[in-house]
């Protein structure tokens, strides 16, 4: 058996606090996953689940709350899940083993993160203090293994080597073919009036030089900013695919989701694209394409070095350094642009993307 991505689309990405900020994640995600079906020639009817990837928001299983707000029929239950960053490309892997395991012919998997509407959240104390508010959550039981994520990009800089001026070179090549790049048709819906990913800008060396130091060689001019976004795929079953002539299909040859080393979150997609390039018996140099997540600059290099991946085939338009990092959309988002990369040229395509805690996801598209 096998499983197509039929469609996929995405919003465009705004930072936190522009475009999208007043959207709920229903209003934020609806309008995506109604676009992804049209997209697929399917209607809300033919959905068998919705699985939906969110790290951020305040529960009440967001994967629900979006199928309804799009008009899904009620017998669509909606799962929500949360692996941090990787959750979005993590709900398209699901999505396959639901179809591959014959528990579904349609699927509409992806993520929505809303960084301007999540909510505050609280830590109580159980000897009655006041409740203290905190931004990251933990990733680990021991807090001198669960380092900040930005402090653990530095830690691989000085690791690795890989210099500031290296990271900044990454982030202003990445503005630049954000900046050239012109969406492929059907990637993107317009939602707000916005036409396209707000944050992309002219990132010179001057810029990078002023950026303020978050941690060593990482700066704001090399990590991504927090955002907002949406992003689903349609994933199909071979009777779907079948009844559309396979006209505008992409398979989904292999996935895998595996941790690493806690302490460095940056390194852990090594671990799963060198299982799901063996396993598919596919070499580095036989991609034609690749996704690598841009959390921080230090990150894809390291990936894309260890992984031995042709850099020019790498994020072609642009990555999450030029858009913005919507967490639980940011894997969704890479495997919606590999997928229409893959309808313009097609070939074998690499997705990748690491989260928190040491854990890092890969998928293996072709077309």
């Keep these: 058996m096998t499983a197509y991505i039929a469609a ?7 930072p936190r606090g522009g475009g999208f900020a007043a959207l709920s994640l229903d209003a934020l995600g609806a309008p995506v996953l109604l676009a992804a079906l049209a997209q697929a020639n399917l209607t809300p009817r033919d959905v068998d689940e919705v699985i939906l990837s969110n790290a951020l928001g305040a529960g009440g299983n967001p994967a629900r709350i979006v199928a309804l707000a799009a008009g899904l029929p009620d017998h ?3 799962l929500s899940i949360d692996r941090q960053c990787a959750g979005g490309m993590d709900a398209i892997l699901l999505a396959r083993m639901m179809v591959l395991a014959g528990e579904a012919d349609v699927v509409v998997a992806g993520g929505v993160e809303s960084y301007s509407r999540r909510p505050v ?10 409740p203290e508010a905190y931004d990251q959550a933990s990733f680990t039981p021991w807090p001198d293994r669960d380092p900040h994520m930005t402090a653990a990009a ?3 800089a000085r690791s690795t080597g890989i210099s500031r001026a290296s990271q900044d070179n990454w982030a202003m090549t990445s503005h630049a073919k954000a900046r050239a790049a012109i969406a492929s048709p059907g990637e993107m819906i317009v939602l707000e009036k916005l036409e396209r990913d707000t944050f992309t800008r002219n990132l010179t060396p001057q810029l990078c030089q002023r950026a303020r130091v978050l941690s060593g060689s990482v700066t704001t001019a090399n990590t991504a900013v927090a955002a907002d976004a949406a992003a689903f795929c349609v994933v199909v079953s071979e009777k779907i695919a079948a009844r559309a002539s396979r006209a505008g ?3 989904i040859i292999a996935g895998a989701t595996r941790g690493s080393t806690p302490e460095q979150p940056g390194t852990a997609p090594l671990v799963a694209i060198r299982e799901v390039l063996s396993r598919c018996g596919v070499t580095p140099q036989a991609l034609s394409a690749a996704e690598v997540m841009e959390a921080y600059a230090v990150q894809a290099i390291a990936c894309v070095e260890g992984a031995g991946i042709d850099p020019e085939i790498v994020n072609t338009d642009g990555g999450a350094l030029a858009r913005g990092h919507p967490i639980g959309a940011s894997g969704a988002i890479n495997a919606v642009r590999l997928y229409h990369r893959l309808r313009a040229h097609p070939g074998t395509g690499l997705a990748t993307i690491a989260a928190a805690g040491g854990i890092g996801t890969a998928m293996i598209l072709r077309a």
């Design 8 to 14: 996929a689309c995405r919003s465009p990405v705004a």
């Design 76 to 78: 669509v239950a909606g």
């Design 121 to 130: 959240r609280l830590r109580t104390h159980p000897d009655g203090r006041p």
């Design 154 to 156: 530095a830690a691989l």
């Design 249 to 251: 299909m992409v398979e």
